[in-house]
């Protein structure tokens, strides 16, 4: 019996403890990660992809598929290679060599986790690396943690989450580049040789630039459905950095914090923990990674990421920063005639000194605005209960404006310079408050737990950030750690985070940050849902939604009908139209009910009854993505579908027009072609005239294999099917 396979048998044996394995192999349902760890030796990456036995383990190595990777290169001893560690030691020294101690396998209630401890061969350094195969899933994430054992401090001046080596090939590379307004849009490129480079230094809307996640194929041309992809999300709601390094050899991925102006102090016994790297692998294309990243996050990362969300009204687009008590009141009596449950009042509602009457003032005076609202938000809640309709409340808890009584008694809960004068961002006053310093942390709890012990009837927050990090100074930290600020900042807003969550689990809330500035898995465990973009254009969602819904799930994705003409495009589109974008995730309003002509008031009513029949299906079913809006075929479309296959529901949005023009047919994913279904048009504008395509029965084989002509349906600009599928007995 070799060594391998006793370790083996010793690893079923125990279930915990060190090991003297030398492969230790992480599983998921269907995929698996192999490393080799030998005491005394650097711990390598063998292998990550399709599901092998622990029998299968020698295969890999006659496969000649071992990549012999360092697990966590470090910076000193080898020159080759991008690496992922770099220390100075209190001598001076700038080498780290790391080999393994031991090996721990052992299961928690979410996970199988592989512990591999790895040592310093000289000083007493020690970096804990753990995969962590979350249970019922396919995602495996991994981490490191420092410990630092000397006597006296050391600096980090790398300390990436993962290396991660992947095959090269030819591999093409999708990711999400966005700005405000015009988030998470997809690119896809072929990868060539040399580094590319996904990142963002903005300190707090970590998402407004490109999104910390990206998918690699390993055999050409992304695909929905087929071809092997990996794909990684960094779970970090601050400053990050991926460098996807190619040559003709290897591709290699380092991944974690962006670790610029960020060295770290490590004092002694102190341990420094980065944030995890989630990771899967998929032999069905995209959709493969998409869907079980969104499983994953609604089991783990999601706040009650298993139940179902209200459809809310809020009030930004309808009145901006003109609240008041009649308006408010109009409002939730007009969402909840239509058949909504929940209304949130936005920004505009509080400022005692100063009235919020523009962007100018009043952050961080989070006491009600008694010109606007002399009832209170009692009186706001007497509203609601009277319409039968759910309140929320829209606060920016991190922010404060330099005309605002909490500046005039707290300038030095400013993160700023004593040497130089403010610089400020929306409206000319706005700065950050320094969420390193607990004071800071207690107030930012406060402004919540004073909402929710005052008013336990608030059922919902939308907590918004306006601001990038500035004035790079923090008065709390000392001055040998201000490169602590970019860390400290995001630790200190978990820690605020966890209190909240700790006293109210139930609360939802809303992470936005100048729309979608922060959607990404460092921040998302503690809230419900995202404010997708402030971009409400339902044509150019289409492209947003799709690039989000690569590792977010639509039960995440808050996606509202507003205006026509839409506020930030000036384009003019069929209410229909809207309303079938936003029911493809988290369905909304942001609008003024009152503005609406009865006809459209009863189309929304009769959409929002549509969308409470599909919810289930939209927001925990699976989704596959049929004809992406980035192919300029003239359409877009997307379903989702029940595991049980019973139910689905397809969107089609025509996004091009022309006479005579193609239009491919859409071939539905997802189905059983065992089963036959009916079709349900969902939003026809008519009544009396939906789709010719309701009530029509036709089997999952034709959907699934020759699929469904949508041209006749969709003549018109701006023309669009939602359509429920469902088993016909
Ligand atoms: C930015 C958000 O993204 C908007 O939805 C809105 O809440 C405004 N802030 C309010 O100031």
Redesign the pocket.
Known sequence: MNGKFLGLLLLGALSAGTLAAKDYLVSTRHTSLLIKADEGKQARFQYYGTKIAENEIDGIYNADLAYWAETYPCFGISSYGEKAFAVAHSDGNMSVDLVVEGVRQYSDEEADITEITLKDKVYPLVVKQYYKAYKGTDVISTWVEITNNAKKALTLYKFASASLPVKRADNWLTHFHGTWGAENMMEEEKLTNGQKVIANKEGIRNTQTDNPSFMLTLDGCPQEENGRVIGASLAWSGNYLMKIIADNSRINVIAGINEEVSHYILEPKETFVTPELAMTYSSEGKGGVSRAFHRWARAYKLNQGNKERDILL?S??GV??NVNQEGMDQMMKDMSAMGGELFVM???WFGDKYPRND?KTSLGDWTVCKEKLPEGIGGLLASAKKHNIKFGI?I?PEMVNTKSELFEKHPDWVLSQDNRPLTTG?GGSQVVLDLTNPEVQDFVFGVVDKLMTEYPEIAYI?W?A?AALMNYGSHYLPSQKQSHIYIEYHRGMNKVLERIRAKYPNLVIQA????GGRVNYGFLPYFNEF?TS?DTDALQRIYMQWGVSNFYPSIAMASHVSANRNHQTGRVLPLKYRFDVAMSARLGM?IQPKDMTDADKAFAGRAIAAYKKIRPVVQFGDLYRLVSPYDKKGIASLMYATPEKDKAVLFVYKTEHFLNQLMPDVVLSGLDENKTYRITDLTPENEQKPSALNGKVISGKILKEAGLSVASALRAEYSSLALLFEVVD
């Open positions: 809020n930004w687009e901006y920063f936005d920004d505009g962007d829209w920016e929306r939308k918004d306006n936005c940050a100048s729309g404010w402030d942001e």
